[in-house]
């Protein structure tokens, strides 16, 4: 008798179980276990039922509680352009940047805020010859390492080098008489973005992302360019990868 009771309270609680739905919770223990959850884990169960759906997504508070995590999680040790950050400040709800800046660091076409934006670090390739070479800072060892040119761009397009800083590349341009400028090309979709022309020289492609950092990365035939950020990973590893050489 005692074990048919024991049995028929199992098979009671088992069936309690089996109707049981997380909406029977109080809300705020429903958004206590989704913020265990990862993102895919947190997008799947939003989107099941309308009221789930309700509790998650509601109120920005809760959206803030349960995404801002994943936000520093994401931009840990990344860099951000002035211009997505001033598109963030827009969006009001957690989850709406977290998708923006997942969608953005995707991106492949550079804007002329962010490239204006930037301080870019860049080197000459070996196949640009041994007189470009020889005045690049990146190719000569030193026992304090290796440098790279600093250069920005600027809004009415020029390309300049920092404040006070005459290097080697500089007092030639100067010695030269030559004025850089910058703009951007079209490529044959005629989008404007992913090529950079600097006088008459061979556009440089926008090649993309950094997957660490998000800096940018670009270059041509003679010579590469990133964004500061990345440019010390660039610097670090300049023995280490051969590769970088070409």
């Not at 953005?104 to 041994?130: H, I, M, N, V, Y």
């Not at 390492?145 to 809004?155: E, K």
């Not at 404040?163 to 979709?189: G, K, V, Y």
């Not at 990365?217 to 990133?226: D, E, W």
């Amino acid at each position: 008798i005692i074990k048919w009771h024991l049995a028929r309270s199992c098979a009671r609680s088992v069936t309690y179980l089996m109707n049981f739905s997380l909406t029977d919770f109080p809300d705020c223990v429903v958004v206590h276990i989704a913020s265990f959850l990862d993102v895919l884990s947190l997008l799947h169960l939003s989107s099941t039922t309308k009221t789930l759906s309700s509790i998650l997504n509601s109120r920005l508070a809760i959206t803030k509680f349960l995404w801002d995590p994943h936000i520093a999680r994401l931009t840990k040790g990344k860099s951000i352009s002035p211009s997505v950050n001033a598109q963030l400040s827009v969006l009001n709800s957690s989850k709406s940047k977290y998708q923006y800046l997942y969608t953005d660091k995707c991106r492949s076409t550079l804007t002329a805020d962010e490239l204006c934006g930037l301080q870019w670090s860049f080197r000459f390739k070996e196949p640009a010859g041994e007189f470009w070479l020889n005045l690049d800072p990146y190719w000569i060892v030193t026992p304090f390492g290796t440098q790279t040119y600093q250069r920005s761009f600027t809004p009415d397009g020029f390309v300049v080098a920092p404040s006070n800083d005459i290097d080697s590349l500089e007092a030639w341009a100067r010695a030269s008489n030559m004025t850089i400028r910058w703009r951007f090309c079209s490529t044959r979709l005629g989008k404007k973005g992913h090529y950079v022309q600097i006088n008459r020289w061979p556009s440089i492609m926008v090649v993309e992302r950094d997957e660490v950092t998000w800096g940018w990365k670009i270059h041509n035939q003679v010579l590469s360019r990133s964004s500061l950020y990345s440019s010390v990973e660039l610097i670090a590893n300049r023995f280490a990868h051969p590769l970088l050489r070409t």
